[in-house]
């Protein structure tokens, strides 16, 4: 239900004044952000070509920013685990907000540390999207998931 409702959003915000949607839109622009905090000039623009995001860092473009870099089809896998195997109401829905925000906050934190490492390492690419990329976003996901698992479905099942 949640990846219909996501597909029905991306198919409603084609065409809209945020390009290539609002959430890829935004995580380009946050992302741009934290790179200007740590001391680089980023600049993000759209892509003429595709639903995308430049980004260019120091007047060098490292990466494009795709709706897949959002992290919302992550953010659906981690509910869906989540509420598959939930406790009461108030507990998995404040677990849901955390482990969501968590897991948006890490993905830009990522797109960061790829982007930066594109800059000064561009022949890593393919380590840097593939092994890098899974490793941090996948893995926290994995994390968050067991930590649910072994601290409220487990102590559940053992009280009944």
Not at 16 to 43: F, K, V
Not at 89 to 113: D, F, Q
């Amino acid at each position: 239900m949640l990846t219909l409702a996501y597909k029905t959003y991306l198919d409603w915000s084609d065409g809209s004044s945020y390009y290539p949607d609002y959430i890829t839109n935004l995580t380009a622009r946050q992302s741009e952000a934290l790179i200007d905090t740590i001391g680089y000039d980023a600049q993000i623009i759209e892509h003429p070509n595709e639903p995308s995001m430049k980004l260019i860092i120091n007047n060098k473009y490292v990466a494009r920013v795709i709706e897949g870099c959002n992290s919302i089809s992550i953010i659906i896998l981690f509910i869906s685990f989540i509420v598959a195997f939930r406790d009461t109401a108030r507990k998995t829905i404040i677990y849901l907000l955390a482990g969501s925000t968590l897991i948006y906050s890490v993905n830009l934190i990522r797109i960061v540390i790829l982007s930066v490492g594109l800059y000064h390492y561009p022949w890593r690419r393919e380590i840097l999207h593939t092994v890098i990329f899974p490793l941090i976003i996948y893995g926290m996901v994995f994390l968050l998931w067991m930590f649910w698992v072994r601290r409220f479905t487990i102590s559940r099942l053992r009280d009944e």
